[in-house]
């Protein structure tokens, strides 16, 4: 079975300070790992994924995360939040042997950035 | 050119009709989804097409039905409409199931009085 999980319901932070938005997940095997946002009213946009090789994956607007196999983690970052990163944002995996078993989404973390 | 579309935006109808939203893509993926977003945001898949063959359906009430006409189209059937069928529906499409990225609609959001 897989799982992923998104500790925190909520992140507030500063503009300009850096953001953390945390996410877990569990598999048998190897993950294929997503991070998607999602802006009020609107479909969620893809942000980044990893996939194989480098752990640290960049993305759109200037999002990262890292691939933490022992932690079984992959966070996403950015370094100076900007208000306009406020919005809701999914983690989600997929087994990478899993067949066809769907992309299992996690609850979603409201990030809030204050100005 | 809107990559992943759905019609309708909104969909307001009375408990027991029957409704359709549809869904399109223009990107050229071989795969199509149907997701249910509750009230509390989480997101759950119900169906899954691949060249309008039907891979995934996630404990669906047969109330719903998807048909897939030909691979750029997904709609979605709702008989004996019930309250708990109010939520946002998203499609999305892929270019294959894995590791491909999911692009997403813009969601239809349905309420059932």
């Known amino acids: 079975a897989q799982s992923v999980a998104q500790p925190e319901d909520q992140v507030n932070v500063a503009e300009g300070n850096p953001l953390t938005v945390k996410c877990t997940y569990s598999v048998s095997g190897n993950p294929y790992l997503f991070w998607y946002v999602q802006y009020p009213n609107r479909g969620l946009q893809f942000l980044l994924k990893?996939?194989?090789?480098?752990?640290l994956v960049k993305g759109s607007y200037g999002f990262e995360a890292e691939f933490n196999k022992s932690q079984t983690s992959f966070h996403l970052k950015k370094p100076s939040a900007l208000v306009s990163d406020s919005a809701l944002y999914f983690c989600a995996v997929r087994d990478v042997a899993s067949g066809n078993t769907p992309l299992v989404f996690g609850k979603g973390t409201r990030l809030s950035v204050i100005a | 050119d809107t990559a992943v579309s759905q019609t309708p935006k909104y969909l307001v109808t009375q408990m027991g009709n029957d409704k359709s939203i549809k869904c399109e893509q223009n990107?050229?993926?071989?795969?199509m989804y149907w997701y249910k977003q509750d009230s509390k945001k989480f997101l759950k898949i119900m169906f899954s097409?691949?060249?309008?063959?039907?891979?995934i359906n996630e404990t669906v009430p047969n109330r719903f039905s998807p048909k897939s006409p030909d691979k750029a189209h997904l709609n979605l059937h709702i008989n004996s409409l019930e309250l708990g069928d109010s939520a946002v529906y998203f499609c999305a499409s892929s270019q294959r199931q894995g590791r491909e990225t999911q692009y997403f609609g813009p969601g239809t959001r349905l309420l059932v009085l």
């Open positions: 990107l050229g993926h071989d795969t």
């Open positions: 990893y996939i194989t090789g480098d752990n």
């Open positions: 097409y691949n060249n309008k063959e039907l891979i």
